[in-house]
């Protein structure tokens, strides 16, 4: 017996470990998801626009790439090569298809203070000023970018390493209102940092907490050394962006092509730079030579992993975060879903390879992607094609960017990080929506800005969890009504038996940042089994929770519901009674609900809600305005629906009603 066990045994393990042919081709579509919608790539509609958005994007990458190496402390051409080769292994690992990966801002800041720390400026003239056998560079500037290296290693490695332990599920406790004040006081350091370029100032390298301070301190100290003709420039390219991108923006309709004012500036500014020799006559800095061609790869330093660390956390969580964020909303607009997992393995890959070929550490742009959208871009291809344009930069347009004034570089990186500085706008929605949460904006936004991106990411996650934990006492759950009553007291008060298909959901939990997820793919899950199923109203089976630690697990609503005939209009209730406390997430999920719904022909209605919900959803989302959504009772919404029952002519079964409470 105990032989026909082992046998029986050995037959489980050897069926459990034996990958079929079919199982290795889903994993790679899993893992590589350019196996997926390569084969169905349609030349003939999506060839042409990702083609000009390719052109349109390799050029923001070109001068991103190039002010973000300079921020970064490394040599400019630097910025090139990551603004190349993460956007090829993103297109490849990516799921996101209007994510432009390549440098930025917020990991640049955050690897300057590893350089600057490691090989300070100051050092300078005490290495040996002999050109090495890399491009032609000095020592010091392979020190510099070594460091650089090392960090993108590293927090890839990091990135990577989370996508094993599965860790993409717990992103949901990074909140919008914390991303949305994190990326912003990122930006207002980017900005601070470009001041001494817009200026045209020197000034040493100010790090640390409180260094945004300080850094203004200084130039108000020295406000004597700023060069009029450099202040003059500035000024003038930032007018000249602003209204042409927003003549762009004004007209994109009715222009196919939008004007690339950005390289247009750089064109004419190196021109005049060179003919009015300005370096020399009026002292203005430029980007200096660019080195052709890309050098042989080689390792990342492992000396000095042990002493990046801790920028490389901020790597690797910062770009990781600020990715995500932008690849969700490509998803929500588009109507696509992504993997949280798949995207720390492909940004961790992205730094990874990238650090081989002399890349700075890289992530996805509010600027880049919001030009995907802008110039219709359809899906990767774009950036792939961006990336054969940089290539030609590299190898044959590069050197004339010498004369680039360093002023007019910053200019264009203010101006472009125009998407993160008015999300100062957020402030009045949250307000009215949940002010827990515009708190949560304000204090993250001021740790941000005293400290650093990753240290004010890391408060406001902790803020907002402790927080959480501090309401949750105070919810309760519902019991289920008895439906029974409820059915007769309708059935007699309406006197008839044919009624649209109705289902009434009872919310029973708080909804907030933990659960909102999960409160959308139930209910998502509930509304497609009613197409599915084919069991009659009477067998829909219920969906309950007893406590509250069990309606926040990660189980799945998998009650059976009834069938929907493909030409009837369904109704749908919520009983918001045991809403005893949302949030600015909770919010959007619901009001997310309410369009989802509304685009496949179900009507929402919201029974039992508190006039500070009624509230937060009216400002939060735009609604139907001549359909009344909110209720006092559901008696009165299903009354309201029965009213309607004539002019919608839809005719359903028995008024049969299922109650459920729903895994929030």
């Known amino acids: 017996m105990t032989g026909a066990k082992k046998k029986k045994k050995s037959m489980l393990w050897g069926k459990m470990h034996t990958p079929q042919c079919e199982d290795i081709i889903q994993w790679c579509r899993k893992r590589l998801p350019i196996l997926d919608w390569a084969p169905h790539y349609n030349l003939k509609e999506n060839l042409l626009p990702d083609t000009v958005s390719g052109i349109m994007l390799a050029v923001q990458q070109v001068t991103q790439g190039l002010a973000f190496a300079v921020l970064s402390s490394v040599h400019p051409v630097f910025g090139l090569y990551g603004s190349l080769f993460p956007a090829i292994i993103y297109a490849i690992f990516g799921m996101g298809r209007h994510v432009a990966t390549g440098t930025f801002a917020l990991t640049s800041l955050i690897s300057a203070n590893a350089v600057e720390r490691i090989v300070p400026q100051n050092i300078q003239n005490l290495t040996t000023q002999s050109n090495t056998s890399v491009l032609g560079l000095s020592d010091f500037e392979m020190q510099r970018i070594h460091v650089a290296v090392a960090v993108s290693f590293l927090g890839g490695v990091i990135q990577v390493a989370m996508f094993v332990l599965q860790l993409g599920s717990a992103t949901f406790v990074v ?154 909303g490509s998803a929500k607009k588009f109507k696509y879903s992504i993997d949280d997992n798949q995207e720390f393995l492909a940004h961790g890959l992205s730094n990874i390879v990238s650090s081989f070929f002399f890349c700075i550490p890289s992530a996805a742009a509010m600027g880049r992607t919001a030009g995907l959208y802008s110039t219709g871009a359809k899906t990767q291809v774009a950036c792939l094609i961006s990336c054969i344009f940089v290539l030609i930069v590299i190898y044959a347009i590069g050197p004339l960017l010498y004369w680039l004034p360093m002023c007019v570089l910053a200019s264009i990186i203010v101006v472009g990080l125009k998407g993160m500085l008015i999300q100062f706008r957020d402030l009045k929605k949250y307000w009215n929506v949940d002010k827990i949460d515009w708190g949560i904006w304000v204090s993250t936004y001021v740790f941000t800005i005293c400290f650093a991106a990753n240290v004010g990411l890391l408060f406001g996650v902790v803020c907002t969890i402790a927080i959480v934990i501090g309401r949750f006492p105070r919810a309760m759950t519902l019991s289920i009504k008895n439906m029974k009553e409820m059915e007769f007291k309708v059935k007699t008060e309406m006197d008839s038996e044919n009624l649209q298909q109705v289902k009434i959901i009872s919310i029973n939990n708080p909804l907030v940042f933990l659960n909102a997820k999960k409160f959308y793919a139930d209910l998502m899950n509930i509304i497609q089994k009613e197409n599915a199923c084919n069991q009659p109203l009477d067998d829909t089976s219920k969906c309950e929770q007893n406590t509250l630690l069990n309606s926040l697990s990660n189980g799945n609503c998998n009650e059976g519901v009834s069938q929907s005939c493909p030409n009837e209009k369904c109704s749908l209730i919520l009983d918001c009674s045991g809403f005893t406390f949302f949030d600015y997430s909770g919010v959007s999920m619901l009001v997310e609900v309410y369009m989802d719904c509304k685009g496949r022909s179900v009507d929402v209605l919201l029974a039992h809600c508190t006039a500070s919900l009624i509230k937060a959803m009216t400002y939060y989302g735009n609604l139907d305005s001549e359909k009344p959504i909110f209720f006092e009772s559901v008696s009165a919404a299903i009354s309201h629906i029965h009213s309607n029952k004539a002019s919608d002519k839809l005719l359903f079964g028995n008024l049969d009603l299922p109650k459920m409470s729903l895994l929030s």
């Open 175 to 328: 909140t919008e209102p914390v991303i949305s004040a994190m990326t912003t006081g990122a930006a207002t350091h980017v900005v601070t940092s470009q001041v001494k370029y817009l200026l045209g100032m020197k000034m040493p390298y100010i790090s640390g907490p409180l260094g945004f301070f300080y850094i203004y301190a200084y130039v108000f100290e020295n406000i004597k050394s700023v060069r009029l003709e450099a202040l003059l420039l500035s000024l003038l390219s930032i007018v000249v962006l602003v209204l042409v991108k927003e003549l762009n923006e004004q007209f994109k309709k009715k222009i196919k092509v939008v004007l690339p004012v950005d390289l247009v500036l750089i064109i004419a500014a190196s021109f005049a730079c060179y003919c009015t020799n300005m370096e020399n006559t009026y002292g203005l800095e430029v980007v200096g030579r660019i080195p052709q061609g890309i050098p042989s790869p080689r390792a990342p330093p492992m000396n000095i992993l042990s002493a990046v660390i801790t920028e490389a956390f901020g790597v690797a969580l910062v770009g990781y975060v600020a990715s995500l964020a932008l690849a969700q």
